[in-house]
Structures are given as structure tokens and as C-alpha cells.
């Protein structure tokens, strides 16, 4: 890797309707190009990244979806009572994030979709070939992801039980918050040959360490919603 990545500054996208126009911000992080190892274990394989791109600093907000179901007079989904905000969006599925990608890109003029399995794991990783994009100490998880342990475990009667506001949690050396943690996140791809399961990654409050290794992978229907499932943007560049 000879190029770092690029912070970008936010940019605004505004909102016309409802009455009055509202506006949101998002902010990407520019990647370079480059070549990784992408899983673990004897299934790892060398894969290029042949293009530039931009990935979401964080995964999608409240915020941001509950503007697009504005703009658009389409039900918003549920917060199961933990808050909506700055809370990464849940219950969504992989056609509501495929439809939020062009709903964002028609609002700006610019390509923004699902990072494919590759891109993800490849940002997520930062140019690590650890466990985590921190390393292999999951001692040291709680400092960069929500999880079991600092999330679920501690029942739904405790404040920190559910998801929590996109970083909050230390950011992986390339600068992306709650890649290991917090929620799933949908990929592009479909899990396997047969077409019927879309890949996600990144683990999530409900599950254990082992779940939000930089290398795992786990498949849902892509009509499926759930409590813990979110997705991040990633914008194609010219």
C-alpha cells in the first residue's frame, strides 16, 4: 500500500420533501486501490482491488434512512424502542438498501451502492491480516465494537442492551467506525451459486467475538429484516 486513505468532507444532500426541505450529510472515506488477503485459514486467497473507491466513514444512520422514507412517503422502520438518530438504521433488508443506493445516487448524481463482499472485507481489514483490523488480542474488542459482552449479555433491562450511535467505538486505521460490531452490514453479493442468500458482514451486539472477525461471513434471504442487520454505502468513483 504506497497511498493512505483520503477523508473526505461531508457533503450535504437535501431533502425536499416533507415541507420544510430538510438536508443530511454523509461522510465517505476514500480507498485506495490495492491487494489483500481476502478470508483466512487455508480458504484465503490473494484479491486485487483494481479501482478507487469511497465507503461510508459509518454505517447508515436513523438519520439518514428516516430521511429517505420521508422524501419518499414510505413507512420507516422499527427502532425496537433503543432510539433512532445517530443509531445505525436496523430492519432493513437487502432490497431496502438497494433501494436507498439509488434513491441517495438519483439525489446526487453519483453511484452509490452496496460494497461488494471483497470491498468490504478489504476496508474493514485496513491493510491487516489479523483477526481483527486491531489485531488478534479480542481482549482488546470492547475498545472497537459492540458486542455480546458489552451489548446483549447484559439483558434488555440494561441502557447498553440493543445497538448504539455509529462511532462511539475506536475506528479501524483506516478510519471507519463499527466495522467489527454494532450491525450486520449487507453486501452486494449473493452468498453462494445457488442465488438465493445475500452476503452480510461485520458481526453485531447480539453475537460473540468470533462473529466481527474481519473474515467472517454469514447469509440472509434478501427479503429478511432484523433487529441486528443495517448496511453501509460505498460510492464508485469516475
Known sequence: MTTKPKFKEPEMVNIIHPKPKKSMTITM???????????????AKKVNIDDEFEIGKYPVTFDEYDAYCEDKNIEKPDDRGWGRGKRPVINVSWHDAQAYCKWLSDKTNKEYRLPTEAEWEYACRAGKNTKWSFG??????????????????????NEDYGTHPVGEK??????????HGNVW???????????????????????????????????WYPTIRNIDGGFRLLRTLP
Open 29 to 43: 472515506v476514500h480507498l485506495p486501490k490495492g491487494t489483500f488477503m481476502f478470508g483466512e485459514g487455508s480458504g
Open 136 to 157: 488478534d488480542d479480542e481482549k482488546e474488542l470492547g475498545r472497537y465494537a459492540w458486542y455480546d459482552k458489552n451489548s446483549y449479555d447484559l439483558g434488555s433491562s
Open 185 to 219: 452490514e449487507w453486501c452486494e453479493d449473493w452468498y453462494d451459486k445457488d442465488k438465493k442468500r445475500k452476503v452480510l458482514r461485520g458481526g453485531s451486539w447480539v453475537d460473540d467475538a468470533s462473529f466481527s472477525r474481519s473474515a467472517y461471513r454469514v447469509n
Open 170 to 179: 475506536l475506528a479501524n486505521p483506516w478510519g471507519l467506525h463499527d466495522m
